[in-house]
């Protein structure tokens, strides 16, 4: 709605009283509408794991809840962030500035969404960032002005690391994407195989993004590790496994440890690459009748099946809206006090609450990739072997240092 609308709106109010109709709600709605931003990488290594297919499941979730929000209707603003921390954070500043957008969704990079955050902080903004992996995200980066919705590296190292050592997997080598994310995971992970008894017997950082890993993997190979831990994700992660293979890492007797595994690198790199494969997810599609149900919609509208980002994506938008509706306002302050208050259960996250550093916690789960031969389809691609619940699989408050928190 332009200035000249409100004007003319107001002239009429006050020379009319039929005006008064206009609900409450509706009024507090900014521009009269809900402005939201999808802000991803589009085109690069994360594409498939957000990228258009996590636009599609965010508009699917503005189809599914009518279109408007109290008789407002819902806009989606999208951009590339292009994996630059400058890129993105200055879209999402033009964004608020020019388009005064109420929520930004997406948010893959962890460098991007710690970049965007603090500019959504300081415009008094609101973004749910359902892509990054960086614990630190609602650790010492948390604000007032943004959830943290799909995972983290916190748990991801918690269900992969402690699982691998119990295994016997108690000497590691780790491969490391050299930007937040890939320090954030090497940092929780190094924790977990310590305490659980275990050693790392050396590492190596690779630029972000890498595509020739033969002298990472060569010194990963030449450290005599038993398991070669890779903190990265993306195209990162199928060129590094796609690299061990080619070297015969797991034939010399090295495993490799997929800390940030999804399921569309499982099915670029196939069941023969990565069957037996540890991992940790957040959701799965295949994992009841909710999941399934869901995923099949998502499948005939895109073509294939949704990666538990993409699947957040729908869920945290959902929660948003919902919010927004009961709150009558998009006031950011307002709606994210109101989507803490409310529980998030739904297809995709089970036992969800959000806690007072940002952090959606819900259930996490542990699951193996299947041999060629155990799989039933093109996307039959994972075991789900046990469920870490909400309140074990993410940092303790306790251990907290998000200032919204008090110790």
């Known amino acids: 709605m332009t200035f000249m609308k409100k004007t003319l709106a107001a002239s009429i109010a006050v020379a009319a009283a039929s005006s008064l109709a206009v609900s409450t709600a509706q009024a507090d709605m900014s521009d009269g509408e809900i402005r939201i931003g999808y802000l991803a990488d589009m085109s690069g290594t994360y594409r498939d794991l957000a990228g258009p297919g996590g636009e599609a499941a965010l508009e699917m979730a503005v189809e599914d809840f009518g279109g408007s929000v109290n008789g407002s209707p819902i806009v ?18 033009g964004w608020i500035d020019q388009d005064n957008v109420d929520m930004v969704a997406g948010l893959v990079a962890s460098s991007v969404s710690i970049a965007v955050t603090k500019v959504l902080e300081e415009n008094n903004g609101l973004g749910i960032v359902s892509g990054s992996a960086a614990s630190s995200i609602t650790n010492e980066h948390c604000t007032p002005n943004h959830i943290h919705w799909v995972y983290d590296t916190y748990p ?14 108690d000497s590691w080598f780790m491969l490391t994407a050299d930007y937040a994310f890939g320090h954030a995971l090497e940092a929780d992970v190094t924790k977990v195989v310590e305490e659980s008894g275990g050693e790392i017997v050396g590492g190596v950082r690779h630029p972000f993004p890498t595509n020739d890993f033969s002298s990472y993997i060569l010194q990963a190979q030449g450290s005599g590790a038993k398991i070669i831990g890779l ?6 992660t199928v060129n590094a496994i796609t690299t061990a293979s080619q070297f015969g890492i797991t034939q010399s007797g090295q495993q490799l440890a997929g800390l940030l595994i999804f399921l569309n690198d499982v099915h670029a790199l196939g069941l023969e ?70 529980p998030v259960e739904d297809f995709f996250a089970r ?40 309140e074990e699989a993410y940092r303790p408050l306790s251990e907290s240092q998000c200032k919204l928190v008090q110790n």
């Open 76 to 93: 989606v603003f999208s951009a590339d962030d292009r994996n630059s921390a400058d890129v993105g954070a200055n879209t999402v500043r």
């Open 156 to 169: 991801l190292a918690n269900g992969t690391a402690k699982a691998v050592v119990e295994q016997g997997g």
């Open 231 to 236: 903190a990265n994700a993306g195209a990162d």
């Open 273 to 342: 690459a990565t069957q037996g494969l540890l991992l940790t997810t957040g959701w799965y599609w295949d994992m009841d009748e909710q999941s399934r149900e869901w995923a099949q919609r998502y499948f005939d509208e895109v073509g294939r099946m949704p990666t538990m980002v993409q699947a957040g994506i729908y869920s945290s938008t959902m929660h948003y809206l919902k919010a927004v509706e009961a709150a009558g306002t998009d006031d950011p302050e307002t709606v994210r006090a109101q989507m803490a208050e409310m």
């Open 351 to 390: 036992n969800g609450t959000i806690r007072e550093d940002g952090r959606m916690i819900h259930d996490m789960y542990l699951a193996q990739v299947k041999t060629p031969e155990e799989s039933t389809g093109e996307w039959d691609l994972y075991e789900i072997l046990s469920t870490i619940p909400a």
